[in-house]
């Protein structure tokens, strides 16, 4: 069974609009961390916020926040004010113990482009 | 430089060559990460090193051979690749193994004919 589902595989968005990515998990660690990642085409993967199993409040970086509803399982990415430089790839992350190491399980991404 | 390096950027290869790929990374971490990242698939972890000791060896190859002679360098060694290898191989770093945010650089892309 998939751990990360990112269920948009694309979007396309005005520029300036906010847009939300979809991003829900499965895990039954009570501790796990939830990453977002910004992959250009020129395929640097960019980090772009975390949240915390434990964290109360909702992560945010500048115009990125992260929708965090753990009852639901899910870790939406919300963009607000879209710009031209934001179409990329898109992916969620969660951070799980696996065989006694931590390891980064990978959705498999949502592309965004952003129309002028 | 800054952050996390990676050379070349492009490889093209036939099977029977021989190639290393080379990560650094310049932000005093701990732990680097070999990924995958073929088209339409999810990345794949490939390689774990923590204090240049590898950790996590993800069922790969033995045609991938990693190697990290100190905590700043991971280099990544092919041999008889096979073309379904062709893919974007991406260096992580992060302060911890595991625990911590992955730093990546800018991948090489790799053909392998």
């Known amino acids: 069974a998939q751990k990360i589902t990112q269920t948009q595989p694309g979007m396309f968005v005005q520029e300036k609009e906010a847009v939300t990515l979809d991003c829900t998990y499965d895990?039954?660690?009570?501790?796990?961390?939830l990453f977002w990642y910004k992959q250009p085409s020129s395929g640097e993967m960019i980090f772009l916020i975390y949240?915390?199993?434990?964290d109360q409040q909702n992560a945010t970086e500048g115009r990125y926040s992260l929708n965090f509803q753990k009852a639901r399982k899910s870790a939406n990415l919300v963009i607000s004010a879209s710009q031209l430089g934001d179409s990329a790839m898109y992916f969620c992350?969660?951070?799980?113990?696996?065989?006694?190491?931590?390891?980064?399980?990978w959705g498999a991404g949502t592309k965004l482009i952003i129309k002028p | 430089e800054t952050g996390v390096t990676q050379t070349p950027r492009h490889l093209v290869m036939g099977m029977t060559n021989k190639k290393s790929l080379k990560c650094e990374q310049h932000?005093?971490?701990?732990?680097m990460y070999w990924y995958k990242q073929s088209a339409k698939k999810p990345l794949e972890l490939m390689f774990v090193?923590?204090?240049?000791?590898?950790?996590e060896n993800n069922s790969v190859p033995s045609r991938f051979s990693p190697e990290c002679p100190n905590s700043s360098h991971l280099f990544l060694h092919l041999h008889t690749l096979q073309p379904e290898d062709s893919a974007l191989y991406l260096c992580?770093?992060?302060?911890?193994?595991?625990?911590?945010?992955?730093?990546f650089g800018p991948g090489t892309r790799l053909l392998v004919l």
């Open positions: 090193y923590s204090l240049e000791e590898r950790v």
């Open positions: 992350a969660m951070r799980e113990l696996m065989d006694s190491n931590y390891q980064l399980i």
């Open positions: 992580a770093s992060s302060q911890e193994s595991g625990s911590e945010t992955q730093y």
């Open positions: 932000l005093g971490h701990n732990a």
């Open positions: 895990t039954s660690d009570p501790s796990y961390g």
């Open positions: 949240q915390g199993s434990y």
